[in-house]
């Protein structure tokens, strides 16, 4: 990083307006994001958009703590977003970066997290063209918070909502869930516990262009974020009026987290994930959907988990491994907090 910046803070004069704010942008942001939109330190970036409906979406990202097993939380606001809109079946293209400093946040440590996040970019094919930041007082914030936006665009003839789901659906997940979950509350150092887990923070979006390249037959499709592939299962089958079940031995969770799992009476299936997606596929389309997903890094895991049945509307239900049926409900309060 720039040399003047080391074993440096930030002071609230960065958050002033001033050289300091300025020298600060230039020096970490617009050199490490490095674009023609960024570069012209204007108010706003001003780009053209390909045809098709546009998609928008925004996120904040606290997660705690900010450096952890597979990522951190540049990585993860990168992440977060480009996934956001490729559940939609857009093409991410842009981002803005608005960030909340922690007076005494070493420089070093932000200069890292802004790599992450161009890196993540690059690995996403999106620019980061504007953004934010904002100096609180010590004690007023948590190191660092960000915010990001991201836009994209849906091509024509894409038609994929959380209330497209239809009876005989298949229900493909891309891989194993919970990691990040387990991830998080590994890395407190108030849990105490040591698991071989790495969070599964990652982007999706040339995953689902290799989905969608095969098939028109994805009728719905979200990440399991917050409160899991239980939660996104059931908003599925609220918005569709479907029933969905799962099969038990079905589901793909590593041994690790199973283990963190059951340490904490937790259940994977509410963990929170930051690179595993949810796909309603149509019964005559899911073979062709899943060999797809699983010749590519992102999806090499992936495999039917369940599907759409005809019963009782808005319900998911788990076919367990002892031979009986557990109603699966939404996430209730919040398993662990600032988990994004």
Do not use: W
């Not at 300091?20 to 050199?31: E, G, H, M, P, W």
């Not at 703590?65 to 939380?73: A, H, N, R, T, V």
């Not at 407190?188 to 095969?214: F, G, P, T, W, Y």
């Amino acid at each position: 990083m720039n040399k003047k910046y080391q074993n440096k803070k930030i002071t609230m004069a960065h958050g002033s307006g001033g050289k300091a704010s300025s020298d600060l942008i230039k020096d970490i942001f617009v050199d490490t994001f490095n674009n023609d939109y960024l570069s012209t330190m204007e108010d706003q970036a001003r780009f053209d958009m390909p045809e098709g409906r546009l998609a928008l979406t925004t996120d904040s990202y606290v997660v705690s703590p900010i450096f952890f097993k597979g990522g951190d939380i540049g990585k993860l606001a990168v992440t977060g977003t480009v996934n956001d809109l490729a559940m939609s079946g857009a093409k991410p293209l842009y981002l803005t970066c608005g960030l909340i400093l922690e007076e005494g946040l070493p420089i070093e440590t932000l200069d890292k997290i802004i790599k992450s996040m161009q890196k993540t970019a690059q690995e996403a094919g999106v620019k980061i063209v504007c953004g934010d930041t904002k100096v609180v007082e010590k004690g007023s914030a948590d190191k660092i918070f960000i915010n990001t936006a991201g836009v994209g665009v849906i091509p024509d003839g894409v038609e994929i909502h959380s209330s497209g789901a239809r009876i005989g659906d298949k229900i493909i997940v891309n891989g194993f869930i919970g990691d990040h979950g387990a991830t998080i509350m590994q890395s407190r150092a108030e849990l105490a516990i040591s698991a071989d887990i790495d969070s599964d923070c990652q982007v999706l979006n040339h995953l689902v262009e290799k989905m969608l390249n095969v098939s028109n037959g994805i009728n719905a499709m979200r990440d399991a974020t917050r409160g899991g592939v239980a939660t996104i299962l059931n908003e599925i089958a609220n918005d569709s009026k479907v029933c969905i079940t799962l099969k038990e031995d079905n589901l793909p969770v590593r041994v690790p987290t199973r283990g963190v799992c059951e340490i904490l009476g937790l259940d994977p299936l509410y963990l929170a994930n930051e690179g595993t997606l949810i796909c309603v596929v149509s019964a005559e389309e899911a073979d062709l959907v899943l060999r797809a997903m699983q010749q590519t890094e992102e999806g090499k895991d992936a495999c039917i988990i369940g599907e759409v049945v005809d019963g009782p509307k808005g319900v998911v239900a788990l076919e367990t491994l002892f031979g009986g049926t557990k109603i699966i409900d939404k996430l209730v309060g919040d398993q662990l907090p600032r988990i994004c």
